[in-house]
């Protein structure tokens, strides 16, 4: 028996939730269990509950995304929250930002089969791109770090009065406390728990949003912005 007879129906929310990208929605969960588990992105284990635990739990991110922003989701991995949130928000633009080959490439698989003209894949860790991606209105995460060393790499790639959207779950509060002064460091002015997701998905996602002021990253990460900037015009020059 291969993975894919292991897919369970979609759930009727994620009618509800892709609406008209629900087949695309379907496509993407084949997908994941079946080239997602060949090439070791997800485990065999989560194919029984990709819908609930990965897709729909990723997707509902949409509810606390402004409209019409950049986006850049940090560590993707196979996608993860990225994909499901582009197929329900066309208005963003988004990167999908990943050091692994193998991965990179699952990612651009996907993009071109479902037709995502809005997403951009880009090989690369956060800390590596910082300078080179244009600086975006939302970062997005999940399962990537402890929040403390994911601000470190998302906030700086965050624009003036930018957020971080991070996918977290039962420690959220406590990771929060623990990555307070890290996060004051990195230029946050604001840092709040939410739950999302209701009627869709039994617990709700659990998303902490980090709001930075006129310098994401603090001082340090200005400077190293700034200096790689400067490397890239005069490249270009030349």
């Known amino acids: 028996m291969t993975e894919a007879a292991e897919l369970p129906p979609a759930p009727e929310e994620a009618r509800t939730v892709f609406g008209e990208r629900f087949p695309d929605a379907v496509r993407y969960a084949e997908l994941l269990a079946e080239a997602g588990v060949q090439r070791g992105l997800i485990g065999p284990r989560e194919v029984p509950r990709l819908w609930e635990r990965h897709l729909l739990n990723c997707a509902v991110l949409s509810e606390v995304v402004p409209e019409g922003v950049t ?14 949130l582009a197929l329900v928000r066309e208005d963003l633009k988004i990167t ?17 089969l479902l037709g995502l003209d809005h997403v951009t894949v880009v090989r690369g860790r ?29 906030v700086p790639l965050l624009r003036p009065y930018g957020q971080m959207l991070a996918l977290k779950g039962d420690t959220a509060e406590e990771e929060v406390k623990g990555a307070r002064a890290a996060l004051n ?11 999302v997701g209701e009627g869709v998905v039994d ?18 990460f200005a400077a190293k912005r700034a200096k790689a900037a400067r490397v890239g015009r005069a490249r270009r020059r030349r």
């Open 126 to 154: 956060a800390e590596e791109v910082l300078g080179k991606l244009q600086p975006v209105h939302v970062v997005t995460a999940r399962a990537v770090a402890p929040l403390d060393r994911l601000a470190g790499w998302g």
């Open 203 to 220: 617990p709700l996602s659990t998303v902490v949003k980090v709001e930075v002021g006129e310098s994401p990253g603090g001082v340090r």
């Open 96 to 112: 999908l930002l990943e050091p692994l080959l193998r991965r990179t490439n699952f990612l651009s698989e996907v993009v071109e």
């Open 71 to 84: 986006v850049c989701d940090v560590g993707s991995g196979a996608g993860l929250p990225g994909i499901p």
């Open 185 to 195: 460091k990195l230029g946050a002015e604001s840092v709040s728990v939410l739950h």
